[in-house]
């Protein structure tokens, strides 16, 4: 049966896209990615519609991702605040893509790339931020050894968990991500192949502290990794000076060369990385304004990451209801008991019913990881409400009000 003509180019249409997509990318650094250079495993798909080539299609099978949706409800720094002016972690995910899209274009990178990255590079981030995932990758090393971090989850989830297909500079770059630690200078590293991915993440379970090695493999990756850092360092101040953890005369970071507020560190540090960057195979940065970075990073972690607010009630009530969780989704999966949630609200859940060979595939240890890790912070506490009634939490009481 011929295909309706309306959902069909006709040849001059179709030179008219490809033309447009050629100017584009004849326009693009000697050094950017190229969409015909993206490697996919098995046979490498042809992208016959120009307005969806390999990063394009990478961008939009993240977005349409299940679990990509599940971060508007996921910690970023302050659980349990219901109020809408705290950066949740979707939000952040949107930082990190308009700050990368803009760096990548201006430098004449594969904007579509950097796109792809940034927006799937938390998506197997745990609920209750960093806290919880620290207890996570407690439990799963006692049980196997390993280690769990967010950033090989996050490839975990888009092409193990999810079933999709990605590119491989895009699963890199999610994967070498982590930006705790900051560089004068950010040179990609070899990865050829998803042996060579399979390889590092192998090392990240392996070894605690492997993340911080890893480099990305494409100058995308690498501007995606310093927006990590730009997205968060300034708009955590902003969230903590909102719940009143930073007065207003804190806010402001003191006589600091990147400046003082999240705009001004914004604007300074992205023209001083395109200063040292244009026309370079690197994304650089001049060594005061690496020392700034790292400045304010250790302030924000004297002054928020380690506040109460941050922290307050993590390790005395969420960290024993993940253990909870964690030996009973597990006994649960041994047993077969296909009434419990972690049959009925992943396993056989309509976002897996693609992905017929997930249970043989995996351990027992990792589908319990890949479900709690999945969890916003109030379905972690809805369902241990459910399984464990006489100990239920009160969540009103729980969650600081919008209005006090």
């Known amino acids: 049966m011929a295909k309706d003509p309306r959902f069909v180019y006709t040849p001059e249409e179709l030179a008219y896209l490809k033309e447009s997509r050629a100017l584009a990318e004849a326009g693009m ?10 490697i996919y495993e098995g046979s490498t798909p042809e992208f016959p519609d120009p307005l969806r080539p390999a990063y394009v299609r990478d961008v939009d099978r993240v977005l349409n991702n299940a679990f990509f949706n599940r971060c508007m409800d996921k910690t970023q720094v302050f659980p349990f605040y219901q109020n809408d002016d705290v950066t949740r972690r979707s939000y952040h995910l949107q930082i990190v893509s308009s700050l990368s899209r803009k760096i990548a274009g201006a430098l004449r990178l594969n904007t579509a790339l950097a796109e792809a990255i940034a927006l799937g590079h938390d998506i197997g981030h745990t609920p209750f931020g960093h806290g919880g995932e620290r207890m996570l990758s407690n439990l799963y090393h006692e049980h196997t050894g390993r280690y769990f971090n967010h950033n090989v989850h996050s490839v975990r989830v888009l092409r193990t968990v999810s079933n999709q297909s990605f590119s491989l500079q895009m699963l890199n770059g999610v994967l070498c991500h982590c930006g705790e630690k900051a560089f004068v200078r950010y040179e990609p590293s070899a990865c050829e192949s998803f042996d060579d991915l399979d390889a590092m993440m192998t090392r990240c379970y392996e070894n605690p502290g492997e993340s911080q090695n890893l480099r ?25 000076l909102t719940l009143k953890v930073l007065g207003k005369e804190q806010y402001n970071l003191p006589n600091n060369v990147i400046g003082t507020n999240n705009s001004s560190i914004i604007a300074n540090v992205t023209t001083n990385l395109l200063k040292n960057s244009i026309g ?6 001049d060594p005061e ?4 970075l790292n400045q304010a990073k250790a302030l924000n972690s004297q002054q928020i990451y380690t506040s109460p607010e941050a922290h307050e009630k993590l390790d005395s009530l969420i960290a024993p209801m993940m253990q909870r969780l964690y030996e009973r989704f597990r006994e649960d999966l041994l047993a077969g008991d296909e009434s419990s949630p972690i049959f009925r609200h992943h396993v056989h859940a309509w976002v897996m019913e693609f992905n017929e060979g997930y249970v043989q595939n995996s ?35 729980l969650y600081h009000p919008y209005i006090s």
């Open 29 to 38: 650094s000697p050094y950017a990615s190229r969409h015909e250079d993206a």
């Open 280 to 285: 370079k195979p690197y994304i650089a940065m």
């Open 216 to 240: 990305p493999c494409t100058l995308e990756g690498c501007v995606v990794r310093i927006c990590d850092i730009l997205a968060y360092l300034g708009k955590d101040r902003q969230d903590a």
């Open 363 to 397: 351990s027992p240890d990792d589908i319990v990881v890949d479900y709690i890790a999945s969890m916003t912070d109030r379905y972690f506490i809805d369902v241990f409400n459910y399984l464990y009634p006489d100990e239920r939490v009160d969540v009103e009481s």
């Open 289 to 292: 304004v690496l020392e700034g």
